[in-house]
Every structure is written in C-alpha cells, then in structure tokens.
C-alpha cells in the first residue's frame, strides 16, 4: 500500500518536483500552497506523510507543522528548505518535524530520507 502524501509548498515549481519525486512510490492525494492550507488539507484527507516547506505566507510551515504534530503526532513530516535557513530547521526539529531535506531538492536525497523515516 502507497502512504497518502500531502505535498506542500508556495512554489508551484517545487510542488510539482516533489510530486514528480515521490509520485512513484506514494499516493500524492493533494497539494497545497501555504501553512494554512495544509493544515486544511491534512484536516480534510489525513495522510500518512507531508513534506512541507518552512518559509510560506499566511503561516509558516513550523507553525503548520505545531498544528498538524498536535492533532496527529503519528503522521510522518518532512521539512523542505534551502541550507541557509539552519535555523529555522532546529525551530522545525523542536517543532516535531521526522526529517528534512534542501533545495534544490535531489531525487535520491527525498526517497532516502522517507526511506529511512518510514522501514
């Protein structure tokens, strides 16, 4: 059975690369474009697996991230973000985030860290 993933990201670019990534191995069951509409989205189709951006409008992917953690503790989260953004990743980590991967984001880097979040 493919894990129910929820791709989330405010760049319809990435979105699609994610999707493209991971639509192989996972059930892509919507996408969403800022922390607010993920947490909609997560209420709406409860998937097994998110990857989420950190830095989106309307609220952030940590902020997301707090709400979905306290709803579902269960559900597997990754943080997608650029490399300068260090900080914000220990914010996410303390947050409850599984993993996290960088952009520009590597095919091998994303399944491998699923991989290793979900055996």
């Known amino acids: 059975m493919a894990f129910r993933t929820l791709?989330?990201?405010?760049?319809?670019?990435?979105?699609?690369?994610?999707?493209d990534i991971l639509d192989?191995?996972?059930?892509?069951?919507?996408?969403?474009?800022?922390?607010k509409e993920a947490?909609?989205?997560?209420?709406?189709?409860?998937?097994?697996?998110?990857?989420?951006?950190?830095?989106?409008p309307e609220m952030t992917g940590i902020?997301?991230?707090?709400?979905?953690?306290n709803r579902s503790p269960e559900t597997t989260v990754v943080m997608c973000t650029s490399v300068e953004q260090e900080e914000k990743m220990r914010a996410a980590a303390k947050a409850g985030a599984d993993g996290y991967v960088t952009k520009p984001i590597s095919e091998t880097k994303l399944l491998d860290e699923f991989d290793s979040l979900l055996e």
């Open 63 to 69: 902020e997301a991230l707090e709400e979905i953690k």
């Open 39 to 56: 947490v909609s989205k997560f209420e709406e189709h409860d998937p097994d697996v998110i990857t989420l951006d950190i830095v989106m």
């Open 24 to 35: 192989d191995r996972f059930d892509i069951i919507d996408t969403a474009e800022n922390g």
């Open 7 to 19: 791709v989330v990201d405010d760049s319809s670019f990435q979105r699609t690369v994610v999707s």
